[in-house]
């Protein structure tokens, strides 16, 4: 039976690979590429090579060309102390034994490590069975690679490979197992659908965005609580939920998981009942690291999963975080402050037109703009009891 194990050690060294393909430009592969190594430092990978090649599509059989996977496996007989290569796109099985055959060195693919970042994120049961799914549901369409990669391994006497029957008992294997865990998950579900109907009648304010963008920051600062929050992808996978009260107008307010460009989408069904969460809230505030190269695609990438949730209609606060790094990493000392002010002027002006005013840019690490960001949320979370609860409402005037 195929055993799911850790994908990435520590102190692991690693080679990463993109491709750029004809809707795609230098720059934007780079980019995909910084984040890619951000993910396997956050594994607990290193990053010391990078390769990309240019085609119209990948390749089936060996997704590169043969003189790029050539001038890798070259590397890494000069380098010599290279563990893995992580591609930033989804692999086959198929895809994987080849290049593996090819290079001589472990291969895995983004998605892969993203479930293995998960899988060592995951710390309740939720979590944990929802990324076990996620996991086995990734695994059961690469099985017949992974057999031929073992028949591969050994040869000889005793080593040939196990043949149709064995293949297709661990398939039935797989298939059970994934079937068990969602009869699992859906149990947790009915559990954490009578919880939240259990919090009473209060408006539900759900923190979305990019991983890493500051939620659950933003959350600490808010509720007054301690959310664990760490400069690293996917810091929290489970959501949790505060009650806050501004001005004696209470509500819930939750930090969600994280999203990402080429989230696997397993998980994505995996995780139906944190997203949930997403779902069923009243208000979003999608928070956006205005202070990164690649910010419009990220806000970018997390709408388009919004809209996959249908939930891209929801009343919606976008709040720009980081303010304090943007300033930081957009103007040097020399430039003049009226420069500055223009600049930041025209950059409000074009969010605020863009999200027809339902926009704030704070600082929540600086504390900078918070009280406009809390009378926003307070606006929106009244006009909201109006609607959903107009018997309530006078009390919290």
Same mark, same amino acid.
Request: net charge neutral; with cysteine.
């Given at each position: 039976?195929?055993?799911?194990?850790?994908?990435?050690?520590?102190?692991?060294?690693?080679?990463?690979?993109?491709?750029?393909?004809?809707?795609?430009?230098?720059?934007?592969?780079?980019?995909?590429?910084?984040?890619?190594?951000?993910?396997?430092?956050?594994?607990?990978?290193?990053?010391?090579?990078?390769?990309?090649?240019?085609?119209?599509?990948?390749?089936?059989?060996?997704?590169?060309?043969?003189?790029?996977?050539?001038?890798?496996?070259?590397?890494?007989?000069?380098?010599?102390?290279?563990?893995?290569?992580?591609?930033?796109?989804?692999?086959?099985?198929?895809?994987?034994?080849?290049?593996?055959?090819?290079?001589?060195?472990?291969?895995?693919?983004?998605?892969?490590?993203?479930?293995?970042?998960?899988?060592?994120?995951?710390?309740?049961?939720?979590?944990?069975?929802?990324?076990?799914?996620?996991?086995?549901?990734?695994?059961?369409?690469?099985?017949?690679?992974?057999?031929?990669?073992?028949?591969?391994?050994?040869?000889?006497?005793?080593?040939?490979?196990?043949?149709?029957?064995?293949?297709?008992?661990?398939?039935?294997?797989?298939?059970?197992?994934?079937?068990?865990?969602?009869?699992?998950?859906?149990?947790?579900?009915?559990?954490?659908?009578?919880?939240?109907?259990?919090?009473?009648? /209060? %408006? #539900?304010?759900?923190?979305?965005?990019?991983?890493?963008?500051? !939620? &659950? =920051? *933003?959350?600490? +600062?808010?509720?007054?609580?301690?959310?664990?929050?760490?400069?690293?992808?996917?810091?929290?996978?489970?959501?949790?939920?505060?009650?806050?009260?501004?001005?004696?107008?209470?509500?819930?307010?939750?930090?969600?998981?994280? /999203? %990402? #460009?080429?989230?696997?989408?397993?998980?994505?069904?995996?995780? !139906? &009942? =944190? *997203?949930?969460? +997403?779902?069923?809230?009243?208000?979003?505030?999608?928070?956006?690291?205005?202070?990164?190269?690649?910010?419009?695609?990220?806000?970018?990438?997390?709408?388009?999963?919004?809209?996959?949730?249908?939930?891209?209609?929801?009343?919606? %606060?976008?709040?720009?975080?980081?303010?304090?790094?943007?300033?930081?990493?957009?103007?040097?000392?020399?430039?003049?402050?009226?420069?500055?002010?223009?600049?930041?002027?025209?950059?409000?002006?074009?969010?605020?037109?863009?999200?027809?005013?339902?926009?704030?840019?704070?600082?929540?690490?600086?504390?900078?703009?918070?009280?406009?960001?809390?009378?926003?949320?307070?606006?929106?979370?009244?006009?909201?009891?109006?609607?959903?609860?107009?018997?309530?409402?006078?009390?919290?005037?």
């Amino acid at each position: 039976m195929i055993e799911k194990k850790k994908i990435v050690g520590k102190e692991e060294n690693a080679i990463l690979v993109g491709l750029i393909q004809k809707d795609q430009t230098e720059q934007q592969v780079t980019e995909y590429l910084d984040e890619l190594a951000f993910l396997a430092e956050t594994a607990g990978a290193t990053t010391v090579k990078r390769f990309t090649q240019k085609m119209a599509h990948p390749d089936s059989k060996t997704f590169l060309g043969k003189g790029k996977l050539e001038e890798i496996k070259n590397y890494i007989i000069l380098k010599g102390n290279i563990d893995l290569v992580i591609f930033d796109d989804e692999l086959t099985g198929a895809q994987i034994i080849n290049i593996e055959k090819a290079v001589g060195k472990k291969i895995i693919d983004r998605s892969d490590l993203i479930l293995d970042i998960f899988a060592s994120r995951a710390k309740t049961a939720q979590a944990k069975t929802q990324v076990e799914l996620a996991q086995y549901q990734y695994i059961l369409p690469r099985l017949k690679g992974m057999w031929k990669h073992l028949e591969r391994q050994g040869g000889g006497v005793g080593t040939r490979g196990p043949g149709e029957t064995e293949i297709e008992t661990d398939r039935r294997i797989v298939k059970d197992k994934i079937a068990l865990l969602r009869k699992r998950l859906a149990e947790i579900d009915k559990q954490s659908f009578t919880q939240r109907k259990e919090r009473g009648e /209060f %408006i #539900r304010v759900a923190l979305v965005g990019y991983t890493n963008v500051g !939620k &659950s =920051t *933003l959350m600490n +600062v808010l509720s007054k609580s301690e959310v664990f929050a760490e400069n690293k992808l996917f810091a929290t996978l489970d959501t949790t939920t505060r009650k806050v009260v501004f001005e004696q107008t209470p509500f819930l307010l939750s930090d969600t998981v994280g /999203f %990402i #460009r080429k989230l696997p989408h397993h998980l994505v069904e995996s995780f !139906k &009942s =944190t *997203l949930d969460e +997403v779902r069923e809230a009243d208000i979003l505030m999608h928070v956006v690291d205005i202070s990164h190269s690649q910010y419009e695609e990220q806000l970018l990438v997390v709408n388009k999963t919004l809209s996959d949730l249908k939930c891209a209609e929801k009343p919606t %606060i976008t709040v720009f975080n980081k303010m304090d790094r943007f300033e930081t990493v957009t103007f040097d000392e020399w430039l003049e402050e009226d420069v500055k002010q223009d600049i930041l002027r025209e950059l409000k002006e074009r969010w605020q037109e863009e999200t027809k005013g339902n926009c704030v840019f704070v600082s929540a690490t600086e504390r900078k703009n918070l009280d406009v960001l809390r009378q926003t949320i307070l606006n929106k979370v009244r006009d909201m009891y109006q609607i959903r609860y107009p018997y309530k409402a006078e009390f919290f005037y």
